[in-house]
């Protein structure tokens, strides 16, 4: 299984990056084959701007995964910017692929921001999404290790389920 993890901050200290580098890590576990892309290393220009190299080499990553991964930090209770460029310019081909969500925010009652980023991937691109997302607040890291015994478990758990049900879906 080729899964794409897309940590799409530009945070210099970004938390949604570091959640996915734990999910990273528990998937290779697994076996599965993991690509990550860190947006922070991207060159990207916005919609109705010309498209960059770095834009269209994600586009065709995003093609030829099996599933994706997205890591989005919550900017005014939805997705932040960087993200949104990435899908408006990069995921026309995402189409009908499995697709889970990790979520770092300031806030716990944020925790359903993470409902536009569904919504985008499931209204345009009929994209099918893990029951399940990782979240987490400051909290749950010190000096950006992740210290929360929830968080982990809930780390374990998401992978384990991606696992399972992305190879399902393949098979
Ligand atoms: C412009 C901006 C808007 C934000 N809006 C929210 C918000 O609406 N709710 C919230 O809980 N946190 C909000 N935050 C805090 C971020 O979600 C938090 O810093 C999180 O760690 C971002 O993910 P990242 O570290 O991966 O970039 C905002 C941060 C910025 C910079």
Redesign the pocket.
Known sequence: MNTLILSS?L?K?????ILCQAVEEVLTTKGVHCTSIDARLLNMNPCHRDITPDMSHLAEQIKQADNIII?M?????SV?DSLKILLDGCFADATEKFFGILC????E??YL?TMHLTQICMNEWRMMQLPRIVFA??KDFTENIITSDEVLERIELFSEEFHTIGRKLLA
């Open positions: 901050s945070a200290n970004s938390r949604s990056y890591g930090g919550v900017h005014c209770y932040n770092a925010a300031g806030g009652r944020s921001s607040t400051e």
